[in-house]
């Protein structure tokens, strides 16, 4: 009986870690455009949603780049030198809200 509860418990503590760390349902695709050191132009698929505005952190390419800004549907944003390197032209960046709450790394 104890072996029963355990599980459950252990059961019920992994959905909702695995809960916890799904992505967004609000985040949008953008084929990346143009490359210059930091700063990245990417062009958006479809509408922008509220959330995009110059100035806000968004988490995107492993990192959380600053909308530095906003031409109808392209995005400039400024990722850190490392990190832009590892983007390619015209690849497929996923975006989405920057809560605060995503790990950085070094």
């Known amino acids: 009986m104890l072996k029963k509860i355990g ?3 252990m059961t019920v ?3 909702v870690g695995l809960a916890a760390t799904a992505p967004a349902d609000d985040t949008v695709n953008g ?3 143009k490359i210059e ?3 990245v132009t990417v062009l958006v698929e479809g509408a922008l949603p509220a959330w995009i505005k110059p100035g806000k ?3 995107a390419g492993g990192g959380a ?3 530095l800004g906003v031409n109808g549907k392209e995005l400039v944003l400024r990722f850190s030198k490392a990190k832009a390197a590892k983007i390619k032209l015209d690849s497929t960046l996923q975006m989405g809200e920057f809560t605060g709450d995503e790990l950085q790394g070094c």
């Open 31 to 33: 084929k990346v455009i």
């Open 7 to 9: 599980f459950l418990i």
């Open 13 to 15: 503590l992994l959905v």
């Open 57 to 59: 952190n968004v988490t």
């Open 37 to 39: 050191t930091d700063k």
């Open 65 to 67: 780049p600053k909308i």
